[in-house]
């Protein structure tokens, strides 16, 4: 009843009361969201559209907004995205929400939606076009951080072992920048073999299987998530130690780590962006929406296990998911004023 | 002299000969860059994967001898359910391994099924019909698994990573089937209508033969083979993942062309496959080996596989 008697009242006064008023009141209660998705056929994307479902429909069911649907591409194809994201401006949602196949393929499909007066926010997969907004993880930081890491828990150095994800794809790039400045910067260590594993523990199993035998003893492996459970048991199968391996927060992953650990100490740490991130790309575009100011370009931290959060981020990680941080509008609030 | 230098030649003609040489000269020159170092830890990781796409491998050789236009792209996304869903079932149960043997095999039947339903009864391109069914099949896996890895029991771990002196054990099983299969292809009435079917199909329904069973038999035969590798692989790898079958779409094919098998069908050859797929690794492993970067391994990756193919395929024409 309020909101029709204040419709009718806003529409009776001038426009610029209503103007006036209107950033007091949080109404985008009418409002749909989209979540245009490239890609769904691992772990990690499974979790993120399962946080966007849950937060979602909570947010639905709360009246927040009118819809949050999630809507993924079969093939993994930048065409097919933007096919995606102009039926979306065709069905006339108020913001989407994009983990994009491209960074800058997807510019056209999104600069029509900025157009059609869309919000567009792109996250993991982010867009390079102006009119978006941009929540990104520093990936160069989290490969160097897993050398900081390595320096710290073995001063007397090693051989390393690199195994990258997809080759071509700008956040495999970045991860692997950030280790070999890490390298460089601690000379001890010494990267002796790099293969890709494309994120995927059977092909990162073979790509090591493979160069394994014809590599010196390794001391560690540095990981870009997703590869640490294939490597151990590579190196399993070899017959050789087990190196400390990073991890990548796939609960196998932790799980193997967690079983080394009580059998004999086993030491090392995890790292990897949180699939919940889905989450605070919601509440940025509905923020968005609620006309909060914004600044384009957002930074989520990274998600770290170490050796004593290990149990506690271990239970509270499903089976065969990802350790993950889902977060509340509060919680999103707090990242856009950069907190 | 003379003798040997025919039997040379009687050698040469063989066109599986040549994928081994292949396989051979990538990992000499592997071996002689790391100066003798693991050469036969390599051998044995060869063997060990090589085997997953030889399973592979003899359905989709089987599938393409039938002739022009039949190939099965829905062996990746067959691979992933057969694995999710047998691992889920298994529940890590050491009594459970045959059940789940059995089931993954009948996804697999399932598959395979399903597949022929859509090129007979709808009149669907191969092609077009084995890809549409792995979009069905992969999101039944998704949403049966929703990403679950769950381990599989320790005897199928255990066997499928068992070595014998080096040699796995699982290889040696796979050598056994390639074999059983060859024996099924150039002896059986089975074997000898998919062959006639792919050289000529029409001569071969004058001939008398059925020749939609035999085609249905076949896909059906490719699929229960991708469930079985599913189920090994998910083994072998400590759990079944959503994207385990990713890599063996392209896999399953190349080992058959790069094999001997002319991709036109009514000429299939299966000791190839075992040559192609050890060579498959093995360059891969020589790259790595090299420390090349991705850009170059993968141009390099393509130009070798060319090459292979045109020798193999040039010298048996001459």
Known sequence: MTTAKWITLAAGTALALAAALQPSVADTSGKKIALSNNYAGNSWRQAMLKSWTKNGDAAVKAGVVAAADAFTTAENQVTEQAAQIQNMILQGYDAIVINAASPDALNGAVKEACDAGITVVSFDGIVTEPCAWRIAVNFKQMGKEEVIYLAKNMPEGGNLLEIRGLAGVFVDDEISAGIHEGAKENPQFKIVGSVHGDWAQDVSQKAVAGILPSLPEIAAVVTQGGDGYGAAQAFKAAGRPTPLIIMGNRQDELKWWKEQKDANGYKTMSVSIAPGVSTLAFWVAQQVLDGAEVPKDLTVPFLRVDQHDLEEKLAGTEVGGVANVEYSLDEAKKVIMGK | ?318
């Open chain 2, 1 to 318: 002299m003379e003798s040997a230098q025919n039997r040379l030649q009687a050698v040469s003609r063989l066109p599986w000969i040549w994928a081994f040489l292949a396989a051979f000269l990538v990992w000499l020159a592997t071996i002689i860059f790391t100066q003798g170092q693991g050469s036969a830890q390599i051998l044995s990781a060869a063997l060990s994967f090589a085997t997953f796409s030889v399973i592979v491998g003899i359905g989709q050789m089987y599938v393409i001898t039938l002739g022009p236009g039949n190939v099965d792209l829905s062996i990746p996304a067959t691979m992933t359910f057969a694995g999710a869903v047998s691992m889920k079932i298994m529940d890590t149960q050491d009594a459970m391994v045959l059940p789940g043997l059995v089931i993954a095999l009948g996804c697999g039947a399932a598959v395979g099924t399903f597949n022929f339903g859509l090129i007979r009864a709808l009149r669907i391109p191969p092609i077009i019909a084995t890809l549409s069914s792995s979009f069905l099949v992969q999101s039944a896996a998704i949403a049966y698994g929703r990403g679950i890895k769950i381990k599989p029991p320790p005897m199928l771990a255990e066997f499928t990573t068992y070595r014998i002196a080096g040699v796995p054990l699982l290889a040696i099983c796979v050598v056994g089937l390639a074999v059983l299969m060859g024996v099924v292809l150039h002896r059986t009435v089975y074997g000898r209508s998919v062959t006639a079917i792919g050289q000529n199909q029409r001569a071969a329904e004058l001939a008398g033969i059925s020749v939609g069973f035999i085609r249905f038999a076949t896909y059906l035969l490719s699929a229960v083979l991708a469930g079985l590798c599913g189920y090994l692989l998910s083994g072998f790898s400590g759990g079944a993942s959503l994207n385990m079958g990713a890599e063996y779409l392209l896999a399953s094919i190349a080992v058959v062309v790069i094999g001997g098998t002319s991709v036109a069908g009514g000429f299939s050859n299966l000791p190839g496959l075992w040559g192609a797929a050890l060579f498959m690794f093995l360059l891969v492993t020589m790259l790595n080996t090299f420390g090349l970067s991705a850009g170059f391994r993968l141009i390099l990756t393509g130009v070798i596989i060319v090459g292979v193919i045109t020798l193999a395929g040039g010298r048996k024409q001459s």
